[in-house]
């Protein structure tokens, strides 16, 4: 994980990767908007209705959590429950190693990305394969996602393509077709030799106990038909309360994220293989994970547990456009994780305080969002935790003396008036080199500290 500030690692983006993501985000923002405005007479009330949805859950998410489980049981779903990382990676190698599975075939999951697991099974000789074409590319790269719905958003086909010779998936070809025909022909023999499949959630029905999963490439139909297992490993947040609001959350989910109309599979999974159906796994899991959602719950930025992952957010915000997501030093990039990754990485806070400064507050997100999440607020929220509990964070090191200047009248006064001493400083006795460098093309108007407090007296008087 990149370890640099969102600016110093901005600054040292290759020209083309900034240019990827960049182009690739404003490209399904326009298209987001067209969608919209053209399928719905008022996108904006649907999106407050969906974020009242899931505001609502999340207030009774104790209840809702409770029924979603009686009704997984009562499809023939066995449930677990993991408080942290930790712990789910444990429950999930154990149920893997308990049927002797060596080799898995996964679908894309951000939870699963969240507790680092295909690691963790690779380090207990578990063979674990990305069968999401983009997380495909990322795991033969040895890379990490830098968007929730595109993880390649920061590579060009003459990346990937190299990478594809590299690996010997065929000589070098940047034919998109060709790259995705090669993909397929690969993962098919890894469909067929897997024990079991692993996949996220999008959604569970707390009326139904139905598990929503979309997909664009059928990948997750593939990783569950030929296998005996299926393990969904699913965050507590992605409970809605009935069958009927799917309808709203795949409206938008699909086109906040990809501007669809429909994602091209959605799977609504009622449980094992029914003795009537001639394939799937005759084994379900669905292990509900925590790790920190429930002290988020417990913030006054709870609000971010409505999201529904679209990445909407990432494509519109000019910040992530600039930095990418790798820039976030966490799962979760762009404004969502700008917020989520400090509060889910709990005592480690300090270590992720500078990300919620690492915006304009221009509001870009929050008109995008499919839960209308108000991620500028919650940014804010953030910022004063962090001044709160001391965090320094790399911005606010400039700051810090501002800040000292612009609280103390009297200091500000003095400052103001002694720094017309700058107007008699000649350029070459500056102390900073790129200031010299700039001034030796420009002329500086004079330097009129106070002048402003002097005429507002005047004006006060008169
Ligand atoms: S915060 Fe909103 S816009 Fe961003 S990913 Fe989540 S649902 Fe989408």
Known sequence: MN???IDRYAETLARETRDSVSASAAITTEKRVDILARDFPDPDGLR??????????????DDYLAKAVRALRDNGVVVHFAADAEEARKLILGLLSERGVRRVVKSKSMATEEIHLNDHLAAHGIDCVETDLGEFIVQID??????????????????????????????????????????RIHLRSKYMESDAGITGGNFISAESGRVVLVTNEGNARFSMAPNRLHLALIGIEKIVPRDRDLAVFLN????????????????????????????????????????GRSRVLATDCREILRCIRCGACQNVCPVYRQASGHAYRAVYGGPVGAVLSPLLA????????????????????????????????????????????????????????????????????????????????????????PLREWLKLRTLPEWRGGEFRKWMKKRKQS
């Open 3 to 5: 370890p640099q500030p």
């Open 48 to 61: 407050r209705l969906a974020g009242q949805i899931k505001q609502h859950t999340l207030e009774h998410l």
């Open 142 to 183: 040895g890379d990490t996602p830098s968007h929730i719905v595109r993880p390649i958003i920061h590579k060009n086909r003459r990346e990937i393509a190299r990478s594809f010779e590299a690996h010997g998936l065929g000589d070098y070809d940047d034919d998109p077709e060709t790259i995705t025909r090669r993909a």
């Open 252 to 291: 938008l989910l699909a086109r906040s994220a990809t501007a669809q109309q429909l994602t091209v599979y959605t799977q609504f999974i009622n449980g094992p293989r029914a003795s009537t159906q001639p394939s799937g796994p005759e084994e379900m899991h669905v292990v509900l994970l925590d790790n």
């Open 346 to 433: 709990g005592e480690r806070f300090s270590d992720l305080a500078d990300l919620p400064k690492a915006s304009t507050l221009c509001g870009a997100c929050r008109e995008v969002c499919p839960v209308d999440i108000p991620i500028p607020d919650l940014l804010l929220r953030l910022r004063a935790r962090a001044k709160e509990e001391g965090v320094r964070t790399p911005a606010s090191i400039p700051m810090a003396p501002f800040a000292t200047l612009a609280t103390s009248p009297a200091l500000w006064r003095t400052a103001m008036t002694a720094s017309r001493a700058m107007n008699h400083l000649p350029t070459a006795a500056l102390p900073v080199k």
